[in-house]
């Protein structure tokens, strides 16, 4: 597998965990007020396996959204400030740059997991843990990280 955590093709939490172990500012885009649905990779496993064990009937259109929780983009910065601090002895600045992204700074974001809830599905961790085992992950290659520092600050204006 990869982990991107590029502008282009990088995840916020992606890049936000590899700027904390890069010792380097985590960047929120704008006013970090976008909100994202999150949902751990084993979680994902667990919501495939429902939706395949529990199909729709005849003729039913359903859309299911995977996510356990919805955070602003604020949020997930500071938690993992909060998690680089706590277990890993960093201490990131959080640094507000201007949106590359042409998107509104705070828009309608109210996606419904009811429909997940009810074919059975329960968020396994929560994210502190998850971004934890991320650091975890990714600080034995911290070095690979910080050869590729360039990556994680945008170059691309995407107006």
Known sequence: TRLD???????????????AVADEPITLYGRGTQARGFLPLRDSMQCLALVI???????????????????????LAETVAKVAKRYFNRDPELL?????RVEAAKHYYKPDRQILG????????????????????????R??????????????SWM
């Open 5 to 19: 955590f590029d502008e282009c093709f990088g995840t916020a939490i992606n890049r936000f965990v590899c700027q």
């Open 53 to 75: 064990e529990k199909p729709p009937g005849q003729g039913e259109y359903r859309v299911i959204n995977q996510f356990a929780k919805v955070y602003s983009v604020t949020e």
């Open 96 to 100: 507000t740059i201007g949106n590359p």
């Open 118 to 141: 009810d074919l059975g599905y329960e968020p396994r961790g929560d994210i502190e843990a998850e971004v934890r085992e991320m650091f975890e992950d990714l600080l034995p290659h």
């Open 143 to 156: 070095e690979r990280i910080v050869n590729h520092r360039c990556t994680l600050m945008p170059k691309i």
